[in-house]
């Protein structure tokens, strides 16, 4: 979450960044969900949509334009300013074509909603019209505009194909998604323009997103007023314009070269991902079975998996998940799991009692809507034991009122002797931790990764700044991300404003490709965020005896809105050895509060309140 001024982009009006309020607007009442439909190119009636509960709403091209207008219209009208709600809402796409040119279906995505496509390949769902995210004008004290895409979080896109048409005036004939932290684009067919800012409303336009993977854009792209951004394995058909600080490509086909270390050139350009391994996804079979299908891991990859041809993976029957429902009991999904079922997470808010612990190999643990769950009790909502080819996509775990140690451990428990390879390792895509926000919360520690070879793809890892239960010592927590398994890759981690080190790396081998990062907002003074003589923590640490390390494209950033004048000594400390290269890192000091001394390890320039930066380290060790 980023509360702050940024340059001035193109399009994005220069109006400094204004205080402003956060409101939750009351929802309108929402219209049922789709009922039976026929499958495209199939005489007879399709088999019916399995019970996913009332909250997935299940479309077929069968539907007339107006009638899908209207239910998605509908869920908009509640999510879009639903930023701390309890609702949650999937909308699928059966294979065939929606809308059209001449009456295109065009809608917003608003809290807590995924669209995706239930083909095996995006070009399998086409909607002609665009799936867009507007930002938010938030209410302010002086009556001026305050319209930011700061706070769009919480919502996916995937798997499908957009035609882009319709839309007015300044919206003409373009795909808006104005998005920030845990807002995915993924396997997604872009024809047409694409802008990931609002450039339409009032200023300021903000945007503090973001993460693409998987999607091919025909058209240009308007990066924007993006302060970061990641793009992994996609091709870009047209121009990528602006920018703010850290944008970070990886395996993209047609991204900008790299340009880094100085202001405006902020380009930090991998030819191909180390470790990539895609998020499973819902399908639905030519027969109209249900499936889940879980793509495999790739090394040294570079494009989209599925322009060239079949996606390399394996797919599961729906029949062999359990599919879970907000309030079964935990001991029931248990049971589930340890008879051999795979997890099917429906859209909800879950209370977690007790550990739900993943103990088979090749257990697939799947969310729809953002599904959430809620630690109570002090428990540590999902263990994963240290077995191969384990999958955790689509959720959203939360903190409770009662310290956990963890919300998520990777690596812990029982071992049957299978333990993760290169080849087979264990996948997390679109988890999403949160201590405070929707309520008080809090856990020593969000994630902890015991497992080698374990790949993290899109993880916002976040200590509340803003909504209920928010405060030093009221959302306590000290680390964001353990990790302590050996040949770890992270691409796509942001983590923000925990009361220690942000993220502490202790495996040897690990990767990331790309971090961010603000500081904790809310430290009352200098001696509560210390240790021994050094001031503050370090964003991103690396253990002093790990031998062999690697990062690209990593961004901090402080703000210390409750003491403007509290310094961290550094942003970034890692050892000083042959073995460990960072690669692109920065520093910001925000809105006049706060100061990074140097960004890492007493190499490159202060940020103050008076110089706000960026300050940038090209590499360390220097060449």
Known sequence: MAVHARPA??????????????????AAALVAAAGA????GVASAAPAAPDLGPNVLVFDPSMSTAQIQAKVDAVAAQQVDNEMGSER??????????????????FQVGYYTEVAGLGASPKDVTINGSVNVYNRCLPTTDGSSNCIALDNFWRSLSNMTINVAGGTDCRTATEFWAVSQAAPMRKVNVVGNTTLMDYCTAGPQYASGGFIADSAFSGGIVNGSQQ????????????????????????????????????????????????????????????GAWKVFVPSVKTGSRGTSWQSGAQAGRSFALSSFYVAKPGDRIATINAALDK???????????????????????????????????????????????????DVAGLTIDAGAQNSAALMEVGSGHRDGSRPTKANPIGVQDVFFRVGGPHVGKATTSLVVKSDHTVLDDLWVWRADHGQGVGWTVNTADTGVIVSGDDVTATGLFVEHFQKYNVQWNGNGGKTVFFQNEMPYDSPDQASWSHGDVN??????????????????????????????????NAFEVPDRKGITMHDLLTVSLNKAGTIDSVINGVGGTVTPDVQGPAFVTQYPMP
């Open 340 to 390: 051999g079922k795979n997890l099917l997470f429906t859209p909800g808010v879950y209370d977690v009692d007790r550990s739900i612990k993943v103990t088979r190999k090749n257990t697939v643990v799947l969310g729809l809507g953002i599904a959430t769950l809620t630690a109570t009790h002090g428990s540590v909502p999902l263990r994963v034991s240290d077995v191969a080819g384990v």
């Open 9 to 26: 982009a193109p399009r994005a009006g220069g109006r400094s960044r204004r205080p402003y309020l956060r409101a939750l607007v009351g």
């Open 536 to 569: 503050g923590y370090a964003a991103y640490r690396v253990a002093p005896y790990v031998k062999t390390h690697e990062a690209w494209g990593l961004g901090s950033y402080i703000y210390t809105n409750v003491n403007p004048g509290l310094h961290a000594t």
């Open 37 to 40: 439909a026929t499958a495209p």
């Open 89 to 106: 809402y999937a909308l699928l796409f059966r294979p065939g074509t929606y809308g059209s040119v001449q009456h295109p279906l065009a």
């Open 228 to 287: 970061q951004f990641l793009t992994r394995n996609s091709t870009l058909g047209g121009a990528w314009s602006n920018g703010v600080w850290n944008q970070v490509f990886a395996g993209t086909v047609g991204a900008p070269a790299t340009d880094f270390g100085s202001a405006g050139h902020t380009y930090t350009t991998l030819d191909k991902t180390p470790v990539s391994r895609e998020k499973p996804y819902l399908y639905v079979d030519p027969a």
